[in-house]
């Protein structure tokens, strides 16, 4: 067994919340080395009859390995864990959810300190964790050389996506697609309030719900395309001067099965901006320059 192996095979786990418990049994069953920390040291114990090592000390943790992987509340909590302790030559990955901003500034954080840093987005909850074909993944960036050489004990608990060396670029991929759910479930909360007054059992209409989101998913490869090319009229089929008064019906409906529209109004709203500057021929994908603030 190499060097490289003996540092692959070991892992230095802080923080075991339900995220970080998952990763840890993912690891403990792939048959990892893992020294794992937490704050309340409960948590911690109930993983030493699995296999795990508990240190007493996050300090007496990082000592036990090369890499280490830090799984917290916030990056507050990562700052207060890792102060204080030494990571010269330590392999340092970053999974506490967290903005571009805060990865950049803690890699900036970690160099200073010695340490190699990667940066993670989970994209996934902690139930998909270390189940095969789960489609679990977790968004990496910073290191490409930390990446590449624990790129094995990493895709134990979850897929591997490298997005770039830039260390912000993990969170910004996470929360930008974070994002998108987050207005698909508007939408998605609106269609049942349109129709929870009515003699429609949500279950059937949910499987309606669930193929026609499908279907419109293949629109952000269109998206895309006229972003990159700067053309928003090409490949356009129901153009913004049409959805803009399509948007009465929806707001006129809503009205009748006295259901609020706040959840749309404020996208509608951009369509009208947009409309208005003249672009009427385009997708929408326009409203996204409307977006870019400073």
């Known amino acids: 067994m190499t060097d490289n192996n003996i540092q692959t095979n070991s892992i230095t786990l802080l923080g075991l919340g339900s995220m970080g418990t998952a990763l840890a049994r993912a690891w403990l069953a792939a048959g990892t080395s893992l020294t794992v920390w937490n704050r309340t040291p409960n948590r911690a114990q109930a993983l030493a009859s699995e296999g795990a090592t508990v240190a007493p000390t996050a300090a007496e943790a990082v000592a036990a390995g090369r890499l280490v992987v830090v799984c917290l509340l916030d990056d507050e909590s990562v700052g207060a864990a890792l102060d204080g302790i030494d990571l010269s030559g330590k392999d340092l990955v970053n999974l506490t ?18 340490a190699r840093f990667l940066d993670g987005g ?21 290191s490409e050389d930390l990446f590449t050489e624990h790129r094995e004990a990493l895709a134990v608990p979850a897929g591997t996506t490298f997005v770039g060396v830039d260390p912000g670029y993990a969170a910004l991929h996470d929360v930008a697609l974070l994002s998108a759910m987050t207005g698909m479930f508007a939408g ?6 349109l129709v929870r007054r009515e003699d429609i059992a949500p279950t059937g209409f949910a499987s309606l719900l669930a193929d026609w989101l499908a279907a419109m998913t293949a ?10 090319t700067g053309d928003y009229t090409t490949g356009v089929v129901s153009n913004l001067a049409m959805q803009v008064a399509g948007n009465a019906t929806l707001l006129r409906t809503a ?4 259901v609020s529209p706040e959840l ?15 672009r009427g021929d385009e997708d929408t994908t326009g409203v996204i320059d409307l977006l870019a603030v400073g």
Do not use: K
């Not at 074909?133 to 977790?138: E, I, L, P, Q, R």
């Not at 629109?219 to 990159?228: I, P, R």
């Not at 009205?255 to 006295?258: D, F």
């Open 255 to 258: 009205a009748e099965q006295r």
């Open 264 to 278: 749309l109004t404020p996208y509608m709203a951009l369509m009208e901006r947009r409309l208005a500057a003249g």
């Open 122 to 142: 989970i994209m996934a909850v902690p139930p998909m964790i270390g189940v095969p074909d789960s489609g679990a993944y977790v968004f990496y960036s910073g």
């Open 97 to 114: 959810t967290g903005t571009p901003a805060q990865a950049r500034a803690r890699a900036e954080w970690a160099r200073e300190r010695g």
């Open 219 to 228: 629109s952000v490869h269109l998206a895309a395309e006229q972003l990159e």
């Open 188 to 193: 998605v909360a609106h269609a049942f309030a």
